[in-house]
């Protein structure tokens, strides 16, 4: 079959003309004669006539685009094969190009432009990724703008789309995309996710914003490797920072350091639309400054040791919330403990004085090496650490960023002693000795044994009470009687 204008597909598409040539295949404006309709027909190019592995591609973009429902997603009518030739009829979408209008604006297109149009195209890869179906190829030449209807938009061509329950289409290590919207971990031949969409979402913005590509190269190899080693150049001051930092995160090398969905992305997008602050949120643990901790209440120094201090932390210490030199965060971790009642410990020492001066927190290995002095929060005052304590290593801790603990250790005098004796013990021992004393006592005769003393009735009627006990040999044992 070769395709030509006025070619009847099946007896019902006719090729009206031509509209486009992608690498795979030829886009035709047609007319259903059945349903009396304007249609887009996408043909199989003839040099791949019968090739199973185009094949296997057409299908799988035909099955993937009619599982997608959404406005800004072209809408899928019917698929065929004629003659080793597939074909998809779709629906037929107005507008140019996106690539067509970044190339008119050089130097950028305006704000109020680009983020109605992230915003769609965010919200139909979501549609998208909620299907398990990762696009691949995200790029302006595959979004259709309608200017003359308040800038509407369709994304298109899913021929190199892949979904989570189908099996590979390429071989392991072989790259699929464009190099200039290439994710990193694409570039390196790793399996595509939806956050590689994002990568590429975030280049397709970069271009409108700027006017061009972060990433280029002589070659297609060469800008795939800049995908993965350089780091994209700054967008134009003018632009509104959120939208900057919007950007600069999708593009980050690391797919967790992206926002974590592109229905994330689409929220922040609308955020900065209406003027509100948006909610930045990616894959990887938040950070949290020293303004939050203020916030929920903590504070960003540790008072003086010695009790001398109010609180307030060494002017020559580091800002709250400031970063350690390499970028890391240190993570809070309690101190260790040592027995019962002890309450929370500080380091102080070499190890300790050198974290005061430093920007970055204490570390675990260095709070571990450091000598030990222990402080006890009760509801009395706080004890004075003893001069020269420690070989005369200061004991204050301010400017360490650290919270203070909000446990209180309530003292007992369960731990006290005197002498050799703990207080429990000299109280037991005390009541011994009364208890001896008064049996003793009791035995001499000395304490009465009631205010009237014993009559002699009661004495004659403990006389005849008495009984006499004797043994009498019965047999190869004995048993006792009472006379």
Known sequence: MKTRQGLVLEGRYELDSLIATGGMGEVWKGHDQELNRVVAV???????????????????????????????????????????????????????????????????LPEHRVIPVLITLARALDAAHSKGVVHRDVKPENVLVDEDADWSM?????????????????????????????????????????????????????????????????????????????????????????????????????????PRSAAAVA?????????????????????????????????????????????????????????????????????????????VRHRSGPSARSAISGPSALSASSASSAPRSSSRTGSGPALPAPDGAHGGSPTSLDGVDTAPSERTVHGTTTGARIGPLSVPGMILLILLVAVIALAVAGGMGWLPLGSAGVSQDGAEAMEQARTMIRSVDVGHGSRTVVQ
Do not use: W
Not at 201 to 213: N, T
């Open 42 to 108: 996408k043909v199989l190019r003839e040099e791949y006539a019968g090739d199973d592995g185009f094949l296997k591609r057409f299908r799988a973009e035909a099955r993937h685009t009619a599982a997608l429902a959404h406005d800004a997603i072209a809408g899928l009518y019917d698929y065929g094969e004629l003659d080793g030739r597939a074909y998809i009829v779709m629906e037929l979408c107005s507008g140019r190009p996106l690539s067509d209008i970044i190339e008119e604006n050089p130097s950028g």
């Open 154 to 258: 369709k994304i298109t061509d899913f021929g190199i789309a892949r979904s989570n329950d189908q099996a590979r289409l390429t071989k392991t290590g072989l790259v699929m995309g464009t190099a200039q919207y290439l994710s990193p971990e694409q570039a390196m031949g790793k399996q595509a996710t939806s956050l590689s969409d994002i990568y590429a979402l975030g280049i397709v913005a970069y271009e409108m914003l700027a006017g061009h590509r972060p990433f280029t190269g002589s070659s297609q190899v060469e800008i795939a490797m800049a995908q993965v080693k350089q780091q994209p150049p700054e967008l134009p001051s003018h632009i509104h920072p959120d939208l900057q930092r919007l950007v600069m995160m999708s593009l980050a090398k690391a797919p967790a350091n992206r």
């Open 267 to 343: 929220r922040i997008l609308e955020a900065i639309q209406r003027g509100a602050e948006p909610r930045f949120t990616t894959g990887a643990i938040p950070s949290i400054t020293g303004e939050q901790r203020t916030r929920a209440g903590q504070s960003s120094s540790v008072p003086d040791a010695t009790g001398a201090g109010s609180g307030a932390s060494d002017s020559s210490g580091p800002a709250p919330g400031s970063a350690s030199p390499t970028g890391t965060r240190t993570a809070a971790m309690p101190l260790p403990m040592s027995g019962r009642g002890r309450g």
